[in-house]
């Protein structure tokens, strides 16, 4: 596609593209708006080098795409509703979202977007990995693309945020942030979503489920689900699918819940990773 008010590079890896020549801490024109979301919905993953933006100019930037949403389990930071910080400590060893997802597909409507942006960045790791989802879907067999169109899962947060959750206990250890409050029932919730997603605006199928994620398969047991959830995580997780972000400060990252998986690495031990992160609602899993 020929864009007229940001540059596309795509050799950033299997997934995803940066976009430069367009300071996003500004008011964007409506032809920006419609560019950036073309290159967003046709690579999944969108980045941004050397910005530097307020919470609200963040907040701003990604109401450009949709209604912001709340995230039900950590309080924003003061100068804005829509905007989390997410925090490791030189001295916590749990890093928050260090396994393979999508963000918050255990809720109803899970946030379409996750716009993602480097306040503070270790002197080295603390990269982020993304995973074509769809592009795994299109090279699995069909035999089970089959079984898993056939079948539907149980998500629920109860894994991460539970009573027996790793955040939970991290946050009794003080590692993590410990507004829970309010949350503790919901975190126990189930919601049912197909195994496999049908984008709504692209018509793409991509795998939606991960192990934190999804409790079980509809009908089955956990213990019985665990090994699928395992296999799938490990097939599209392969580095021909994967591309590696290295965050600088003053990067930001804008990723497409619905067809791509990440996972941020916690291999920075000692040092400190400070990120703000905004929401933009999504609809309801086909
Ligand atoms: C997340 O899973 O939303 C956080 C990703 C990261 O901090 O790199």
Known sequence: MAYQTIKVDTAVGPVGAIITGVDISKPLSALAVKEINAAWLEHHVVFFRDQSLTPTQQADFAANFGDLDVYPFMTAVDSNPNVIPIIK?????LNFGGAWHTD???????PKATVLYAVEVPDTGGDTLFAD???AFHDLSDGLKNILESESGIYSPKLVHGREGSYKQAAARSEMAKDYGGAEDFAEQEVEHPLIRTHIDTGEKSVYCSLPHTHRIKGWTREESIPLFKHLTEICTQDKYVTRFKWQQGS???WDNRCVFHNALNDYQGMRRHMHRVIV????PQ
């Open 89 to 93: 400590e030189a001295d916590a060893e």
């Open 104 to 110: 918050t597909s255990y809720v109803e409507r899970p």
């Open 133 to 135: 989802a769809t592009q």
């Open 252 to 254: 930001l990252a804008m």
């Open 281 to 284: 609602q999504g609809e309801r």
